[in-house]
């Protein structure tokens, strides 16, 4: 069955700290991979994607993403992290196989002490 | 341009009642998707809509419908309200590509 995984469920970080959110799938074919963010009382927002080509992607605010085909992985990450930050991210997975639907981990909600 | 529209922000129902919600996409924007949040289960798809037709659909039982016009605006209906059925209900609109764009969310509330 198709599924995403986000194995990190609550993250504390204090500012400038570096950020890595783990995101692994299970399916072994050609995948969109995304990541969303959702601020406290706002809605999902996109923060990137990766659909092909270069494996490191860029996003806003200074997110990127690297895709590892051979782990199922798309890990999120910053360098520098700030208050700001502090949100909910989510991994969402688009198994192509026909269905235009996203299949989302579960959330990591990350917490950035100022 | 504008981003997702969904209406009403907030919905108080009981249980057996229907409710419609309402969803604009972002203009030129054919695909409308619809996926409801609860703290239990996260994010689940509920279905998709393309040119008025249902192309998609997770699994979530009958009670749950929705529809399409022809200005790509969608409406999806729950029948026979459960008190399980409270959730933030999201929709989202697709770009050619098949990136999805989120609206604000409708939250029902069913006592």
């Known amino acids: 069955a198709q599924s995403v995984s986000q194995h990190n469920h609550h993250v504390i970080l204090s500012e400038a700290a570096s950020l890595e959110l783990g995101c692994n799938y299970s399916?072994?074919?050609?995948?969109?991979l995304f990541w969303y963010v959702q601020y406290p009382g706002q809605h999902l927002q996109l923060l990137l994607k990766y659909f092909s080509g270069d494996p490191l992607v860029k996003g806003i605010k200074g997110f990127e993403a690297e895709f590892i085909k051979s782990k199922f992985s798309f890990n999120l990450r910053k360098p520098s992290v700030q208050w700001s930050d502090t949100a909910e991210y989510f991994c969402?997975?688009?198994?192509?196989?026909?269905?235009?639907?996203?299949?989302f981990g579960t959330g990591t909600r990350l917490t950035v002490i100022p | 341009k504008a981003g997702v529209t969904q209406t009403p922000r907030y919905l108080i129902k009981t249980r057996g009642q229907q409710v419609t919600l309402s969803c604009s996409p972002i203009?030129?924007?054919?695909?409308v998707s619809w996926y409801q949040q609860t703290p239990g289960q996260g994010l689940q798809f509920l279905f998709e809509?393309?040119?008025?037709?249902?192309?998609n659909k997770g699994n979530f039982p009958g009670r749950f419908s929705g529809r399409q016009f022809s200005n790509s605006r969608s409406e999806m209906n729950v029948s026979t309200l459960e008190l399980g059925d409270s959730a933030l209900y999201l929709c989202?609109?697709?770009?050619?590509?098949?990136?999805?764009?989120f609206g604000p969310g409708t939250r029902l509330l069913v006592l």
């Open positions: 399916y072994g074919g050609t995948v969109n």
């Open positions: 203009s030129g924007h054919r695909s």
């Open positions: 989202a609109s697709s770009d050619p590509q098949e990136t999805q764009y």
């Open positions: 809509y393309f040119s008025e037709t249902q192309r």
């Open positions: 969402a997975v688009n198994f192509q196989t026909g269905a235009n639907n996203l299949f």
